[in-house]
């Protein structure tokens, strides 16, 4: 299933992110039943040449994958989409032309600006065309600061914007407070309502399987579980204290990366 057509069918959907440039933590992943992955080029480990090893290691397990870009820059978003990620996460989109310029990047003409240089798409995609791949690629775009909650109406309005991701950590950092501080979380379900009125799908990094139950029983259906690293980590410290003894390893967390 592709990433759009996860979208249509208006489930919440639950993927996760690479941030170690392992392809065998992309296979292994890809396999665990994740409904789409993640690689984040921004704040991960991983370069282009570590991106594209990756994306084929999901195109094996047959998830369909996204990668965050590290800026909103055409170059970024080409060459991603260019290397077989079906769709494209654009960080730090403050205003409306900010959207605007991701999503021109991401589409070939008449409705954008994409040169033409599929590299592994025409391996894996049926008839691919101009056509095929504006109607595929998913474009989401993070609103992760107080000018971008301001501008969220005019962003989320933009003809092909599928999707707002919430960055949370950076969203808090901008707003000078805590990630659980009540306002706080009120910038988050301001958020959420925008999507609605706008028809776009909402979108929010989840550190543990507890946010996930509560970002998707408000209404988020992009939902992201974590990161391969944290993932590894914290599998480790469960086993570890259940074989020393323990009933579980002690509440820690590593840092997140959105």
Same mark, same amino acid.
């Given at each position: ?27 292994? #992943? ?9 690689? @984040? ?12 090893? %990756? ?26 989409? @260019? ?11 403050? /205003? ?37 791949? !504006? ?9 992760? /600061?107080?000018?971008?909650?301001? !501008? ?20 808090? %950092? ?17 958020? #959420? @309502? ?13 550190? @543990?399987?507890? /946010? ?47």
């Amino acid at each position: 299933m592709t990433l759009r057509e996860l979208w249509e069918r208006g489930e919440p959907t639950v993927g996760t992110w690479l941030v170690t440039p392992s392809d065998l933590s992309a296979e292994l #992943l890809g396999r665990a039943g994740f409904d789409w992955i993640c690689v @984040d080029g921004q704040h991960g480990l991983v370069g282009y040449e570590g991106m594209l090893t %990756l994306l084929q290691g999901l195109a094996i397990a047959g998830v369909p994958a996204f990668v965050r870009v590290p800026s909103n820059s055409p170059e970024h978003i080409a060459r991603a989409l @260019d290397a077989g990620a079906q769709g494209v996460v654009v960080p730090m989109v403050s /205003t409306r032309e900010a959207a605007e310029q991701a999503v021109t990047a991401a589409k070939y003409p008449p409705e954008g600006t994409r040169s033409w240089g599929p590299s592994r798409n025409v391996l894996r995609v049926p008839d691919y065309s101009a056509a095929v791949a !504006n109607r595929r690629n998913v474009v989401a775009v993070m609103i992760e /600061t107080p000018e971008g909650v301001a !501008n969220m109406d005019e962003i989320m309005s933009v003809p092909g914007v599928d999707a707002i991701y919430v960055g949370p950590n950076d969203l808090a %950092l901008g707003f000078g407070r805590e990630q659980n501080d009540p306002e706080q979380e009120a910038v988050v379900a301001s958020l #959420l @309502d925008g999507c609605r009125r706008h028809g776009v799908v909402a979108g929010i990094h989840c550190d @543990d399987a507890q /946010t996930v139950a509560r970002r998707r029983e408000s209404g988020f259906h992009m939902l992201n579980l974590a990161t391969d690293a944290s993932l590894l980590y914290h599998g480790a410290l469960h086993e570890l204290a259940v074989a020393r003894g323990a009933e579980a390893a002690p509440p820690r967390r590593t840092a997140s990366y959105v």
